[in-house]
């Protein structure tokens, strides 16, 4: 085999642009598929397993509510590691990554903030209170879109990636605060019910719909990660080739 | 005050649509900008890279 092949062999094989471009041909209709049907199943699951005693109906909007807040800090987590790649190991598509994973944990953050306070109006009696999560997931979202305006107002990536990956780096203490609020502060939120030392406390009624709306969700950002990712490699191509035919035009004027 | 079947309703229908316009933006900067490379291709422009690559395989 040639040096030149596509193959990706090894970890490192994928810091290739060309490379990353052929996988995410070949995996994309797979975990579009893939999130689909865990989508179907997990909607299915939603609106057929039984309502709270206390509740009522509303528990089915936790199904929608707590995965987007998952994935809000996991996207987030996802931007931390590309960053720390971008710092450290100048790995090429760390930038990429992060730049492409802003907007799509902006959505999942807007989502857990509009449907908590959906949540909140019918089982609490308010939109919003500024408990600590709440106010905590609220600067998260703020960051997000700080660094979506911050990697649009830069026109060089190679310029704007360490900056943006230093605000990262420094944003990323706001997780383990958001993770460990209601245990730290009195919040009107309730503390974790799934992800604790001693096992969920949740009923297998609400749990099992709740795990395959998670992995739903999860594959879903995968999905469209890899997608914005593709994307942004091709709009760093276009940039390139335009200033690469502007030289060339230069010189033959 | 809404019923909960309301606030069920309504958290669903926000989360659907906002997935769906997500998704739908990825598709269509992916759509937008393969275009403008096939434009870039089109009036002669090409990756030097894809030049060398080509060049090695003649």
Not at chain 1, 3 to 26: C, G, Q, V, W
Not at chain 1, 231 to 240: G, Q
Not at chain 2, 17 to 46: H, K, M, N, P
């Amino acid at each position: 085999m040639s040096e030149n092949s596509l193959a990706i062999r090894k970890f490192s094989d994928l810091a290739n642009p060309t490379r990353f471009l052929a996988l995410a041909d070949r995996m994309l209709p797979w975990l579009a598929a893939l999130t689909a049907l865990f989508f179907v199943v997990g909607l299915w699951l939603s609106f057929t397993t039984e309502g709270d005693y206390q509740q009522g109906e509303t528990v089915r909007i936790m199904y929608v509510h707590v995965p987007a807040a998952w994935l809000s800090m996991m996207c987030y987590s996802v931007m931390a590691l590309a960053a720390l790649g971008t710092l450290v190991w100048r790995h090429p598509l760390a930038d990429v990554s992060s730049r492409a994973a802003a907007p799509i944990g902006a959505c999942f953050t807007f989502l857990a903030l509009v449907t908590g306070s959906l949540w909140g109006k019918p089982m609490w009696g308010a939109w919003w209170v500024w408990d600590a999560r709440l106010t905590s997931v609220f600067v998260l979202f703020l960051m997000y879109l700080g660094l979506m305006a911050l990697n649009r107002a830069m026109d060089d990536p190679a310029r704007s990636s360490r900056v943006s990956a230093v605000l990262v780096l420094v944003g990323f203490v706001n997780i383990p605060i958001i993770k460990f609020s209601v245990e730290w502060w009195n919040t009107l939120h309730q503390p974790a019910s799934v992800l604790r030392l001693d096992g969920p406390t949740i009923d297998p009624e609400f749990l099992r719909p709740l795990v395959v709306m998670a992995i739903a969700f999860t594959l879903l950002f995968f999905t469209l990660h890899i997608a914005a990712m593709r994307n942004e490699i091709w709009r760093r191509r276009v940039t390139s080739l335009r200033r690469q035919a502007a030289r060339s035009a230069g010189r033959e004027a | 005050m809404m019923s909960h079947a309301a606030y069920v309703f309504a958290s669903y229908g926000i989360a659907i649509l906002t997935v769906v316009s997500l998704c739908l933006w990825v598709i269509a900067d992916g759509r937008a900008r393969q275009r403008e490379l096939r434009e870039l291709e089109a009036s002669g422009v090409r990756r030097r890279s894809a030049e060398v690559s080509s060049g090695e395989t003649r």
